[in-house]
């Protein structure tokens, strides 16, 4: 893989990255779960290279 493909790939996974930064962040600050809603949020049509890893997530993440 050229570098431009790599750096392009990797600047298309930030946006998925941060969904869970900020997800992070907010579930270490808070007494309740509330992931849920972030992972949604990374299901998202608009981010359709990441949509299908966040689909797997969401299923591990569902099943316990």
């Known amino acids: ?3 431009a493909q790599w750096v392009e790939n990797a600047e298309s996974i930030v946006p998925f990255l941060r969904v869970f930064s900020d997800a992070t962040v907010r579930i270490s600050d808070t007494l309740y779960v509330i992931s849920d809603m972030f992972m949604t949020k990374s299901c ?3 981010y359709f290279s990441t949509m299908s890893m966040a689909e797997r ?3 591990k993440y569902e099943k316990y």
């Open 1 to 3: 893989m050229e570098p």
């Open 44 to 46: 998202d049509p608009v």
């Open 57 to 59: 997530i969401r299923v």
